[in-house]
Every structure is written in structure tokens, then in C-alpha cells.
């Protein structure tokens, strides 16, 4: 009984594990696509920062990626920046892969 105890030990510790990297690759992801609409944008420096950081902040309206892109494609109709959805979630894709990259390199 005690194998089986430790098995599920480990089991929850490493889904705990895995459910915080994908946070951490989800951050980096909404940043990198912060910072690529920013300088689309026309923002530079602090200010691209600080916008990268409200399309951070925005993952957490509701589960999944439509509220960043909502914001992302809203900031860029007020902005005259033209960009399709398709264009922006492919966008996303991209910064994922990369932020999944930086994450799992700096996790070794």
C-alpha cells in the first residue's frame, strides 16, 4: 500500500510541476505578444513594457487566449494597426513556442 501511496505522491507533484510551467510559459508567451504589439504600435521602452504587462494582465479575464487577442486586436483597431485575427493568433503561436523554449531552458 505504501508503493501505491508514494506513486500517487509523485503523480501529484509532478502534474503540480507541470501546471506551474505552463503558467510561467503562458506569462512569457502573453508578454513576448505584448511586446510584438507594442512595437507595431509605435511604443518603445518603459512604455512597451507597461503595455506588455496589461496584455499579461488581461490573460486573467477568462480561461484560455480569446481575451488576450480581443485586447491585442481592440488596441490595434484604436491604433490603425492592421493585423487579422489570423495574423495575431499566429502571432501567439509563435511567441509560445518561443516562451516555452525560455521557460524550459531556464527550468534545467
Not at 506513486?7 to 507533484?13: I, L
Not at 510561467?24 to 503595455?51: Q, S
Not at 502571432?91 to 523554449?101: G, I, P, S, T
Request: aromatic letters at 8%.
Amino acid at each position: 500500500m505504501a508503493t501505491f501511496d508514494d506513486r500517487e505522491k509523485a503523480f501529484e507533484k509532478k502534474f503540480e510541476h507541470d501546471q506551474q510551467l505552463q503558467f510561467r510559459v503562458e506569462m512569457r508567451r502573453n508578454k513576448l505578444i505584448g511586446l510584438w504589439a507594442a512595437e507595431l504600435m509605435g511604443l518603445t521602452g518603459p512604455d512597451a513594457e507597461a503595455y506588455a504587462k496589461q496584455v499579461v494582465e488581461a490573460d486573467f479575464e477568462e480561461p484560455g487566449p480569446e481575451d488576450v487577442i480581443r485586447k491585442i486586436k481592440g488596441d490595434f483597431e484604436a491604433r490603425s494597426v492592421e493585423k487579422s485575427d489570423h495574423q495575431i493568433r499566429r502571432q501567439l503561436e509563435d511567441c509560445e513556442k518561443e516562451a516555452r523554449e525560455q521557460v524550459m531552458s531556464e527550468a534545467d
